[in-house]
């Protein structure tokens, strides 16, 4: 794609606050000059926008405040005025009821940051899972210039000898002390090992995935997914960024330019070769819909299903970040993809070019840490996407992650109504179930949680663990954390909360799942599920008041992206009416 410049010098956003000789020009001057800011920097100069973050209750972001003065040296050496500020920071590791209740939330801040504000361009600073498709989703709503700079991820952990993996090795060692394999005093000491630095999951987690889907649509720099958090190309990252926004504002190159079919086409199969989140696929969908792009279940399907997975990363294989990016990290992978005729290398980035020209010339220096095509991790990676009586609208399933033997199964129903009917009754020696069985989980959807937990993963019984038996088939209406791993079906729409079929499964209830054909089936004839629909009645109370009402009377399903049915759609830059 070919992107043509507009015209330089040109009247900017920011002027219709600061520009000309008006008591409104002359009330919003004043007022920034508390700051002591000389008066040439409100000559017409762009305004850039510097959206942070940075919360220390949000840990993989805490470090951001220092790449936000990275990034405003940047800015002031390209001739433009860095303005900060903050935003909602939904914390994975410590929001309740999860963090994904709070995606839209954030959205709708920085949207109505960057619509209400004198700001030409803005650099968005995000990391931890939630933040990165937030920051995306409410530019792409206002559609100012914007790049983003993911915060990176964690050095890696280490315990006893072992690499440790956030997020993976927490499931890995607690199954070990279920099974009596770990004391409870080792799981306390290895928790110490698991985060020991600045930045998100070490993982290919969600984190880590969202920073190599924003790479992968064009929306940052070459190079921005796998840098280190600590590592001081990291700040370099975040210093020539701060240079780029200027020239963007001068182009007025705008994420509508960038996030085409083509960029988003290009991510998912990038989410194929990397191992990348199920969480992609809702937080793609809903960037799409703030573009007015239809990006649909079966587009992932159909981008994600020829793609090998390359990338060996924990969850799906075993190394970390830090060997991703020192083997030269996602430009390895896109041009690994465009080699392969797998990418559409024309797509516009926020270099100003095509995506390849940044790509053509990497080398990969570790071809067991990112593999050729031709002796991939998995040949079909992916996001599986099903169907059947039991998921009419969808659900997903990671192949990458998932346990060969289990692709085609066909088991008794073991069903938990509710989260913490799970965790009531799952360490039970009397529950009724073997690896055979199938878990089934209710209510944790987008409106059953609310908010769609990442519970999808369910833990094992102890007394199948004791087996040595690691994997079972699990199903539910969740999303379960990048960085989990076994054969687990999540994303099952419409979820329970809304009366979907999920909601009428019973004990010893026959569940078939074929991952190859892509289906998910209830085995009871068509007038026993219509008969039970018809007999169910919701057990999910509407939240009184703030937020949670407003989320649960509004948002979506996962198959569109769990947006907010209201927050759809691009809304243009239109500047705010001046305040009298």
């Excluded at 002796?375 to 992916?382: A, C, E, I, Q, Y």
């Amino acid at each position: 794609m070919t992107f043509k410049p507009a015209p330089w010098p040109r009247k900017l956003r920011s002027q219709e606050w600061f520009g000309g000789t008006t008591k409104d020009a002359i009330y919003h001057r004043s007022w920034m000059k508390n700051q002591g800011l000389p008066a040439d920097l409100f000559d017409g100069r762009p305004v850039i926008g510097i959206c942070n973050t940075w919360s220390q209750l949000t840990p993989c972001n805490a470090h951001l405040r220092d790449l936000a003065e990275r990034v405003a040296h940047g800015i002031y050496e390209a001739g433009g005025l860095p303005m900060e500020f903050p935003v909602m920071s939904p914390s994975e590791s410590a929001f309740r009821p999860t963090a994904m209740m709070f995606r839209n939330l954030c959205a709708m801040d920085v949207e109505e940051c960057l619509r209400g504000q004198p700001i030409d361009g803005v650099v968005l600073l995000a990391g931890c899972d939630k933040t990165t498709p937030a920051l995306l989703m409410g530019a792409a709503s206002v559609d100012i210039p914007a790049i983003l700079v993911s915060g990176g991820p964690m050095l890696n952990g280490y315990f006893r000898g072992e690499t440790v993996g956030s997020g993976t090795h927490l499931w890995k060692f607690s199954e070990a002390v279920k099974a009596g394999e770990m004391t409870a005093e080792e799981f306390v000491e290895a928790e110490a090992s698991m985060s020991r630095s600045a930045g998100a999951c070490n993982t290919m987690g969600t984190a880590s995935t969202m920073a190599s889907m924003a790479e992968a649509l064009g929306m940052t720099l070459s190079g921005n997914a796998a840098i280190p958090a600590v590592d001081s190309r990291r700040r370099v990252m975040a210093h020539v960024t701060g240079r780029r926004i200027v020239q963007m504002v001068k182009d007025d190159l705008k994420p509508s330019d960038i996030l085409t079919r083509k960029a988003f086409e290009n991510a998912m199969r990038v989410n194929g070769a990397i191992g990348g989140s199920t969480n992609a696929v809702i937080h793609l969908l809903a960037v799409a819909g703030r573009v007015g792009l239809d990006l649909t279940l079966e587009d992932w399907d159909k981008q994600g299903r020829d793609i090998p997975t390359i990338v060996n990363l924990m969850p799906s294989g075993k190394y970390l970040m830090e060997e991703f990016f020192y083997a030269g990290g996602l430009p390895v992978v896109i041009k690994a993809l465009g080699e392969g005729g797998k990418l559409h290398k024309d797509a516009l980035t926020v270099s100003g070019g095509p995506i390849w020209d940044e790509v053509k010339d990497v080398r990969n220096w570790n071809e067991d840490v990112i593999r050729p095509v031709t002796n991939p991790l998995t040949s079909h990676g992916g996001i599986a996407v099903l169907r059947g009586n039991l998921a009419p609208n969808g659900a997903v399933l990671k192949p990458s992650a998932a346990s060969a033997h289990l692709m085609k199964h066909r088991g008794r129903a073991v069903v938990f109504e509710t989260i913490e009917d799970y965790k009531a009754k799952i360490e039970d020696e009397s529950l009724d179930i073997d690896e055979t069985c199938v878990m089934v989980l209710k209510n944790c959807g987008p409106r059953g949680y609310p908010g769609m937990a990442e519970v999808g993963n369910m833990g094992l019984p102890p007394k199948v663990l004791r087996k040595g038996i690691t994997d079972m088939v699990r199903i539910s209406d969740a999303r379960m954390s990048g960085t989990a791993y076994g054969t687990v079906v999540l994303h099952v729409s419409p979820e329970a909360a809304r009366g979907g079929p999920l909601a009428i499964v019973r004990n010893g209830d026959m569940i078939e799942l074929d991952v190859e054909a892509r289906r998910v089936h209830l085995d009871i004839s068509d007038a026993e599920l219509a008969k039970r629909l018809a007999e169910w009645k919701s057990g999910i109370e509407r939240p009184s008041g703030g937020w949670a009402q407003l989320y649960h009377d509004h948002v979506q399903g996962p198959e569109t992206g769990a947006d907010m049915d209201f927050l759809v759609g691009c809304r243009g830059n239109a500047v705010a009416r001046e305040a009298h």
